[in-house]
Nanobody, 117 residues
Framework: QVQLVESGGGLVQAGGSLRLSCAASRSTFSFNVIGWYRQPPGKQRELVAA???????NYADSVKGRFTISRDNAKNTVFLQMNSLKPEDTAVYYCNFRAVVTGENYWGQGTQVTVSS
């Protein structure tokens, strides 16, 4: 079992920045894919960004050029740097760790990001 603890959410004005962190209770190296998802009010959860064990990344079109995902395996932590935030980025953000071989799939508790116009 792995516990994921998220931090870094909050209230920010449009155009501002936030950095989300997700710390795992054990090594993240065994997880093939780590991602950040978000769930806006009244909408379904959607993938924002993902990073593979090898460091390959992919992003939702809506955040390309503004968000950056990174991982620090030594600190068992993944980050989401969010710049040029827009009101439509308002959502609860969740980190997700998946291991293909073992089938492990863990979610963080979620952190609220609110962007005011």
């Amino acid at each position: 079992q792995v516990q994921l603890v998220e931090s870094g959410g909050g209230l920010v004005q449009a155009g501002g920045s936030l950095r989300l962190s997700c710390a795992a209770s054990r090594s993240t190296f065994s997880f093939n894919v780590i991602g950040w998802y978000r769930q806006p009010p009244g909408k379904q959860r959607e993938l924002v960004a993902a990073i593979s064990r090898g460091g390959s990344t992919n992003y939702a079109d809506s955040v390309k050029g503004r968000f950056t995902i990174s991982r620090d395996n030594a600190k068992n932590t993944v980050f989401l740097q969010m710049n040029s935030l827009k009101p439509e980025d308002t959502a609860v953000y969740y980190c997700n760790f998946r291991a293909v071989v073992t089938g492990e799939n863990y979610w963080g508790q979620g952190t609220q990001v609110t962007v005011s116009s």
